[in-house]
T-cell receptor, first 115, second 111 residues
Framework: ETGVTQTPRHLVMGMTNKKSLKCEQHLGHNAMYWYKQSAKKPLELMFVYNFKEQTENNSVPSRFSPECPNSSHLFLHLHTLQPEDSALYLC??????????????FGEGSRLTVL | DQQVKQNSPSLSVQEGRISILNCDYTNSMFDYFLWYKKYPAEGPTFLISISSIKDKNEDGRFTVFLNKSAKHLSLHIVPSQPGDSAVYFCAALTNAGKSTFGDGTTLTVKP
């Protein structure tokens, strides 16, 4: 089992669809993150959960809705997205937000295309 | 305002030579710096880090140098190998644990 697993790896959706991205970590970490990577842009932090509580929302539009039912699972619910939302969405985890070295453990990403 | 910048989008190096990847930052509150490596179709993986109280950290072929006065850090890879070809991201952390990433530099090591 890899440390951080994301599904699906690829997703194509229309602007009126509702879909979800899933992330699962098997590392016993307490902090989980969603990042967005668009072409030729730095990784952008979207959301942070620490001990299942959302601690950061980086001004993300409401068409992205995160859910963290427990410390091992993180979802990103997608609704009425725009073509410019097409990007690689990366999930990451760390032992605890603000503690230790801050090293993040990333999943392989979900490549999203919005038509 | 981008707080972490990697001004070289790409770098090409001959196998066996040194690769030097650079990163500049503007926020003096950053106190920890990390380098990540990313292969295509994979997530970034942690490579090496340095605390702001140090100016050098070495791990095998990888050395990170930090110049706090210049707000500059660099990653040296020597000797470079074809398997090092990847995108390298620099990241800076505040003491609250918030990571800010650079744009990335694509390194190509030619055999």
């Amino acid at each position: 089992e890899t440390g951080v697993t994301q599904t699906p790896r690829h997703l194509v959706m229309g602007m009126t669809n509702k879909k979800s991205l899933k992330c699962e970590q098997h590392l016993g970490h307490n902090a989980m993150y969603w990042y967005k990577q668009s072409a030729k842009k730095p990784l952008e932090l979207m959301f942070v959960y620490n001990f299942k509580e959302q601690t950061e929302n980086n001004s993300v539009p409401s068409r992205f809705s995160p859910e963290c039912p427990n410390s091992s699972h993180l979802f990103l619910h997608l609704h009425t997205l725009q073509p410019e939302d097409s990007a690689l969405y990366l999930c990451a985890s760390s032992p605890d937000r603000g503690q230790g070295t801050g090293e993040l453990f990333f999943g392989e990403g979900s490549r999203l295309t919005v038509l | 305002d981008q707080q972490v910048k990697q001004n070289s989008p790409s770098l090409s190096v001959q196998e066996g030579r040194i690769s030097i990847l650079n990163c500049d930052y503007t926020n003096s509150m950053f106190d920890y710096f990390l380098w990540y490596k990313k292969y295509p179709a994979e997530g970034p993986t942690f490579l090496i880090s340095i605390s702001s109280i140090k100016d050098k950290n070495e791990d095998g072929r990888f050395t990170v140098f930090l110049n706090k006065s210049a707000k500059h850090l660099s990653l040296h890879i020597v000797p470079s190998q074809p398997g090092d070809s990847a995108v390298y991201f620099c990241a800076a952390l505040t003491n609250a644990g918030k990571s800010t990433f650079g744009d990335g530099t694509t390194l190509t090591v030619k055999p």
